[in-house]
C-alpha cells in the first residue's frame, strides 16, 4: 500500500485534512477487497471481506457526485485523482496476486459450478464485479477454458484469463482424519 501510494502521489503536497481523508479512502479498499464467498449458497454473491471483521458488513461509500463545494472542488479532485490512481494500480496488482502463473505442467483445478468469480473489468472502488459460475464448458481434453457467469445484466460466456477466481472456503471435516478440504 505504502508502494503504491508514494507512486501515486509523486511530488504531491497535501495537508493534514487531505492526507486524512486519502488515508481513509484507501482504507476503505483495502478493506473492501473480496477474501472468498460468505456461504456456499451459489446465488448468494456476497463476498466475505476484511470489512466483515471490522464493522460486521461489507463497507459501502457514498455518492461523489455532490459532495464538492465549489471552494474546495479543485483539492477535492485532487483527492478523486488520486483515490482513481491508487484503485487502478492497487486492483489489478491485487487481482494478478489472487491468479498466480502456474507452470503448464503442474494440473490446475478446473473452474466448478457455483465458484464465485471477480470479473477483471469494470470494477470500481469499493464495487467488486462478482458472477457465480452457472456452467462450466469443457474442451476436448477435459480442461476448462470458457463458462457461462451469471450477472445483473444476464448470462455470458467468458474464458478463464478474463476472471479471478475467489478462493473456496475450506472446512475441517473429522470424518476424512482433520484434513481441509474445499466446500
Not at 454473491?45 to 463545494?69: C, D, Y
Not at 480442461?143 to 455470458?156: M, Q
Request: net charge positive.
Amino acid at each position: 500500500m505504502k508502494k503504491i501510494l508514494l507512486k501515486v502521489a509523486k511530488t504531491r503536497v497535501l495537508n493534514f485534512e487531505e492526507l486524512t481523508t486519502l488515508m481513509t479512502q484507501i482504507e476503505a479498499i483495502l478493506n473492501s477487497r473480496p477474501l472468498c464467498p460468505l456461504s456456499v449458497d451459489p446465488n448468494d454473491i456476497q463476498p466475505l471481506t476484511p470489512g466483515h471483521f471490522m464493522v460486521g458488513s461489507s463497507l459501502l461509500s457514498f455518492s461523489e457526485e455532490n459532495a464538492a463545494v465549489s471552494s474546495l472542488s479543485s483539492r477535492w479532485n485532487v483527492l478523486k485523482d488520486l483515490k482513481a490512481k491508487f484503485w487502478s494500480s492497487w486492483s489489478l496488482k491485487y487481482l494478478s496476486g489472487l491468479q498466480p502463473r502456474r507452470r503448464w505442467i503442474f494440473p490446475q483445478p478446473n473452474l466448478q459450478e457455483g465458484q464465485l468469480v471477480i470479473l477483471k473489468d469494470g470494477n470500481k472502488p469499493l464495487q467488486w464485479n462478482l458472477a457465480p459460475i452457472c456452467k462450466v464448458i469443457p474442451s476436448e481434453d477435459g480442461l476448462v477454458r470458457v463458462f457461462e457467469a451469471k450477472t445483473a445484466a444476464g448470462v455470458f460466456r467468458r474464458a478463464i484469463s478474463k476472471v479471478v477466481p475467489l478462493p473456496l472456503p475450506e472446512v475441517e471435516q473429522p470424518s476424512n482424519g482433520g484434513r481441509k478440504v474445499p466446500v
